[in-house]
Nanobody, 120 residues
Framework: VQLQASGGGLVQAGGSLRLSCAAS????????MGWFRQSPGKEREFVGV????????VYADSVKGRFTISRDNAKNMVFLQMNSLKPEDTAVYYC??????????????WGQGTQVTVSS
């Protein structure tokens, strides 16, 4: 499956952004969809994941209550709504697809990443 993330940009602290990830190449609804991020000098970290049907969601503690994952299986899209952004949210954000809805699962497919920069 091919994944294309978009929607990143520069935003002030307290602002919002909505990331999108478009999937193609296989049946989208067979995969859990995750979002990860990586800042310079840091390891990639889990942000959140949504189950195949969109009903189940798991978030990292650092974004819980601020970020919301959703998906539209009819359009092969997954979204990450980010509110109350903080400078520490600055990172390249990646979407990923895999068979298991878990922060620690192996994700088989990765998008190219989209840069999110939050200014203070």
């Amino acid at each position: 499956v091919q994944l294309q993330a978009s929607g990143g940009g520069l935003v002030q602290a307290g602002g919002s952004l909505r990331l999108s990830c478009a999937a193609s190449g296989r049946t989208f609804s067979t995969d859990a969809m995750g979002w990860f991020r990586q800042s310079p000098g840091k390891e990639r970290e889990f942000v959140g994941v949504v189950s195949r049907n969109g009903a189940g969601k798991v978030y990292a503690d650092s974004v819980k209550g601020r970020f919301t994952i959703s998906r539209d299986n009819a359009k092969n899209m997954v979204f990450l709504q980010m509110n109350s952004l903080k400078p520490e949210d600055t990172a390249v954000y990646y979407c990923a697809a895999g068979p298991i809805m878990s922060p620690s699962a192996k994700y088989d497919y990765w998008g190219q990443g989209t840069q999110v920069t939050v200014s203070s």
